[in-house]
């Protein structure tokens, strides 16, 4: 049995960040061999919160950062130097951050100023285009270099580490938190008045916040989803709207008067994944989304160039489909239409584990520590 009392600290600030940390913090407050102390940084507020809320997770420490407005510079200010009296006051044996944000980047560094290892929950991803998720591929680099566990949740994700000078014995691969999460939060039972509205047509789950998507590619990517729509009588779109008022300007710009398409508020995370569990298929950008819809037999096309998760498109879950107005709509129409190709992505294997990888991150940190 590990020393006891062996303090782990757990840093997220936004939404995805905390649906894939909650269920470890709950793994990790089961060990008795380990203390587990939880700090939010805020960089999504209201977000952050209502998943704090669905998992039942009270945090010991609470930066509150965010702003009206707030930049980049901003994000990293106010964590490196919030961060630095937390640690101070704390002294834990490991810092634990999370994948790719600007809190996990500012935590990170943070704590290897200070002295104080660095555990990299979802480490490993890659697209090797720098600006490709801008600022998250650089965050999510410049994390692993300064880590002395990383935790891979596939075998790519783990190759890639080793490939760029990892030493094997501090790579493990877990399997990803954000699939724990769902063996909690989706429900046979599950009913809400927004599903009501789409029960007499095929659902399709919309989300779209990514910054480098701002602008001109988001336009373009809505008009084609417009355009389908219409093409496609029983199609029916939700789309809860990032907080972002210039995802929402765009929204309302190329969606108006569409009486198949909902523009709704974010959904907390309990509902989200019951959505996404009862929708036909998914348009996304995100992250998390391309690791959470094959466990629920769900086709995604990805509004992006680049993925950081290439075992979903190698394992035939996902689909990149860009920008482009006219690519989009190919893309859409044809798994609209194509219903040899809708079978193959909602049955595929799920390459992001078994729900069980927080098991296995506190197993680790138990032996090790």
Same mark, same amino acid.
Request: aromatic share 8%; glycine share 6%.
């Given at each position: 049995?590990?020393?006891?009392?062996?303090?782990?600290?757990?840093?997220?600030?936004?939404?995805?960040?905390?649906?894939?940390?909650?269920?470890?913090?709950?793994?990790?407050?089961?060990? =008795?061999?380990?203390?587990?102390?939880?700090?939010?940084?805020?960089?999504?507020?209201?977000?952050?919160?209502?998943?704090?809320?669905?998992?039942?997770?009270?945090?010991?420490?609470?930066?509150?950062?965010?702003?009206?407005?707030?930049?980049?510079?901003?994000?990293?200010?106010?964590?490196?130097s919030?961060?630095?009296?937390?640690?101070?006051?704390?002294? $834990?044996?490991?810092?634990?951050?999370?994948?790719?944000?600007?809190?996990t980047?500012?935590?990170?560094?943070?704590?290897?100023?200070?002295?104080?290892?660095?555990?990299?929950?979802?480490?490993?991803?890659?697209?090797?285009?720098?600006?490709?998720?801008?600022?998250? %591929?650089?965050?999510?680099?410049?994390?692993?270099?300064?880590?002395?566990?990383?935790?891979?949740?596939? %075998?790519t994700?783990?190759e890639?580490?080793?490939?760029?000078?990892?030493?094997?014995?501090?790579?493990?691969?877990?399997?990803? &938190?954000?699939?724990?999460?769902?063996?909690?939060?989706?429900?046979?039972?599950?009913?809400?008045?927004?599903?009501?509205?789409?029960?007499?047509?095929?659902?399709?789950?919309?989300?779209?916040? =990514?910054?480098?998507?701002?602008?001109?590619?988001?336009?373009?990517?809505?008009?084609?989803?417009?355009?389908?729509?219409?093409?496609?009588?029983?199609?029916?779109?939700?789309?809860?709207?990032? !907080?972002?008022?210039t995802? !929402?300007?765009?929204?309302e710009?190329?969606?108006? /008067?569409?009486?198949?398409?909902?523009?709704?508020? $974010?959904?907390?995370?309990?509902?989200?994944?019951?959505? !996404?569990?009862?929708?036909y298929?998914?348009?996304?950008?995100?992250?998390?989304?391309?690791?959470?819809?094959?466990?629920?037999?769900?086709?995604?096309?990805?509004?992006?160039?680049? &993925?950081?998760? $290439?075992?979903?498109?190698?394992?035939?879950?996902?689909?990149?489909?860009?920008?482009?107005?006219?690519?989009?709509?190919?893309?859409?129409?044809?798994?609209?239409?194509?219903?040899v190709?809708? %079978?193959?992505?909602?049955?595929?294997?799920? $390459?992001?584990?078994? /729900?069980?990888?927080?098991?296995?991150?506190?197993?680790?940190?138990?032996?090790?520590l």
């Amino acid at each position: 049995m590990a020393e006891a009392n062996k303090k782990v600290m757990l840093v997220f600030g936004t939404r995805p960040e905390a649906i894939k940390m909650c269920p470890l913090v709950i793994e990790m407050k089961q060990r =008795r061999s380990l203390r587990t102390i939880v700090c939010v940084t805020g960089q999504h507020r209201e977000m952050l919160d209502s998943v704090l809320q669905a998992f039942g997770v009270t945090p010991d420490h609470d930066l509150s950062i965010m702003d009206s407005g707030q930049t980049l510079f901003d994000i990293t200010q106010k964590v490196m130097s919030g961060m630095r009296d937390v640690l101070a006051a704390e002294h $834990p044996d490991i810092v634990l951050v999370h994948g790719d944000t600007t809190t996990t980047f500012s935590a990170a560094v943070a704590s290897f100023y200070m002295g104080i290892p660095v555990g990299h929950v979802e480490a490993g991803l890659r697209t090797y285009n720098i600006r490709s998720p801008f600022p998250e %591929e650089f965050n999510r680099q410049a994390v692993d270099i300064i880590s002395d566990f990383s935790f891979a949740p596939t %075998e790519t994700s783990r190759e890639n580490l080793i490939r760029e000078g990892r030493k094997p014995e501090t790579v493990y691969v877990t399997g990803n &938190t954000g699939i724990d999460a769902l063996r909690t939060t989706v429900r046979s039972d599950f009913t809400h008045p927004e599903l009501s509205w789409a029960q007499d047509c095929r659902l399709v789950m919309l989300t779209a916040h =990514r910054r480098e998507n701002l602008g001109e590619p988001m336009s373009r990517f809505f008009r084609a989803i417009r355009r389908v729509v219409d093409e496609f009588k029983d199609l029916k779109v939700i789309y809860p709207v990032h !907080l972002n008022p210039t995802v !929402l300007q765009t929204a309302e710009k190329e969606f108006a /008067g569409h009486d198949r398409i909902r523009l709704i508020p $974010p959904l907390d995370v309990l509902p989200f994944h019951n959505f !996404l569990a009862q929708s036909y298929l998914i348009l996304t950008d995100s992250g998390g989304i391309q690791e959470e819809a094959p466990s629920l037999g769900k086709p995604v096309l990805v509004l992006r160039d680049t &993925t950081e998760r $290439p075992e979903g498109e190698a394992a035939g879950t996902l689909k990149l489909v860009g920008t482009d107005e006219n690519a989009v709509y190919e893309g859409f129409r044809q798994l609209v239409t194509d219903k040899v190709l809708y %079978e193959a992505m909602s049955k595929a294997s799920n $390459p992001y584990g078994d /729900g069980f990888a927080s098991k296995r991150i506190a197993d680790i940190l138990e032996e090790k520590l």
